[in-house]
C-alpha cells in the first residue's frame, strides 16, 4: 500500500496529495473520527469486531487521507485501487462512504456552505461578521451524453461544452458560504438565481456584487451592485468607467474562491461517476475543505 507516512511529514507532500497540511489535517482528524464513530453507531456491525477480512484502510488516519488523495487528485478507482492495494470494486465503496463521513465532519466544523438563504435572521445568526458578497456562477465539464436531448439540456454556449453548473456566495473573505444546487449548464445564471434561495435572506446593508448576467437583478433588490451597461452606440463616462473597474476589482474575489475549491480536481476536471447528483455532494465538499483552509491557514 501507498506509504502515507512519508506524505505526513512532508508539508509540500501533503499539500500536493491532499491539498492540506499536516497541522490542518491533524485539526480535521479530529472531527473526521468522531463524524466516523457515529456512523458505525448508527449502522451496527453485523459481525462482531475482529470478524471478517482486514481492511486495508485500517486507521482513521489513513481513511481521512485517502478520502481527501480522492478529492485533491481525483483518480480511476482502478488507480485508487492500486495505490491503496484493494480491488477497484473496493476503491469505489471506500470513495463514497468516506464522502459522507467527510462532508459530516466538515458540517461539525461548520465550513460547509448553506444550501437556501431564506431569512435574514438564518444569515445573522450563521454569518455576523460578513460586510459584503459576490455570487457568480461556475461549471465543471461532464462527459457528453449520448441522448441527444439531454445533450441539449447540458450543452454550456459559454463554455462550447456539456457541463453541470452551480451558483455560488462568496464573502470578502473568499469563503463560499451559500452554494445552489447543480443544475444542468444550459441554465442561464439569472434564472438559476431566481429558481433559487439564496438573495433573499441578505440583509439589506450588504451590498451584493454581481456581474452583467445577473442584469435585471438590480431592479428586485436595493442592495445589488452591477456593473454599468454601454449603451447602444454610446460610451460610458469616465465616471462609470471607474466604477466599473472598483466593482470588478471587488467581484474577483468570487473568482479567486472558485479557483481555491478547484484545487480538488474531483470538482474541475471531467466528472465521470455515473451516480444521479453526486457531482453536487462532490461540489459541497470541496467548498467545506476550501472554507476549513481558510479558517486554519
Given at each position: ?14 499539500r500536493?496529495l491532499?491539498?492540506?497540511?499536516r497541522k ?9 473520527a468522531?463524524?466516523?464513530q457515529a ?15 482486514k ?8 481513511k481521512l487521507?485517502?478520502?481527501l488523495f ?5 483518480p ?20 463514497h462512504r ?15 456552505p448553506?444550501r437556501?438563504?431564506?431569512?435574514i435572521?438564518q444569515?445573522?445568526?450563521?454569518y ?8 457568480d456562477g461556475t461549471e465543471?465539464?461532464?462527459a ?16 462550447k ?8 456566495v ?8 451559500g452554494?445552489?444546487?447543480?443544475r ?6 439569472k ?16 451590498p451584493?456584487?454581481v456581474?452583467?448576467g ?15 451597461k ?5 460610451e ?7 466604477q466599473n ?8 474575489r ?5 479557483a481555491g ?10 466528472y465521470?461517476?455515473?451516480v ?20 486554519v491557514?
Open positions: 500500500m501507498l506509504d502515507i507516512h512519508r506524505a505526513l511529514n512532508n508539508d509540500r507532500l501533503m500536493a491532499t491539498g492540506l497540511n490542518a489535517f491533524d485539526e480535521l482528524l479530529v472531527a473526521f468522531a463524524a466516523l456512523a458505525k453507531l448508527a449502522k451496527p456491525r453485523q459481525r462482531a469486531p475482529g470478524g471478517g477480512k481492511a486495508q484502510l485500517s486507521s482513521d488516519q489513513e487521507f485517502y478520502i480522492y478529492f485533491k487528485c481525483y480511476t478507482c482502478d488507480v485508487a485501487g492500486f495505490l491503496f492495494d484493494f480491488d477497484r470494486s473496493q476503491a469505489n465503496r471506500w470513495m468516506l464522502q459522507a463521513i467527510l462532508e459530516a465532519a466538515l458540517g461539525e466544523k461548520m465550513t460547509l448553506e437556501k438563504l431564506e431569512t435572521e444569515f445573522l445568526v450563521r455576523p461578521e460578513v460586510k459584503e458578497v459576490m455570487i465543471r465539464p461532464i457528453r451524453p449520448k441522448d441527444r436531448e439531454k445533450q441539449k439540456h447540458t450543452y454550456s454556449g459559454k463554455k461544452r456539456n457541463t453541470r453548473k452551480h451558483l455560488g462568496v464573502d470578502e473573505t473568499k469563503r463560499v458560504i452554494l445552489s444546487k447543480a444542468e449548464g444550459k441554465v442561464h445564471d434564472r438559476l438565481l431566481d429558481e433559487e434561495t439564496l438573495v433573499e435572506g441578505i440583509p439589506d446593508e450588504i451584493i456584487q456581474d452583467l445577473f442584469q435585471g437583478l438590480q431592479n428586485e433588490f436595493v442592495n445589488i451592485e452591477i456593473p454599468h454601454k449603451p447602444k452606440g454610446k460610458l463616462s469616465d465616471l462609470q468607467k471607474q473597474q472598483e466593482r470588478s476589482s471587488r467581484r474577483v468570487c473568482e479567486n474562491a472558485f475549491v478547484k484545487r480538488y480536481r474531483a470538482v474541475s476536471e471531467v465521470r461517476n455515473r444521479t447528483d453526486f457531482d453536487d455532494r462532490l461540489m459541497l465538499t470541496a467548498c467545506g475543505l476550501w472554507n476549513f483552509y481558510l479558517m491557514a
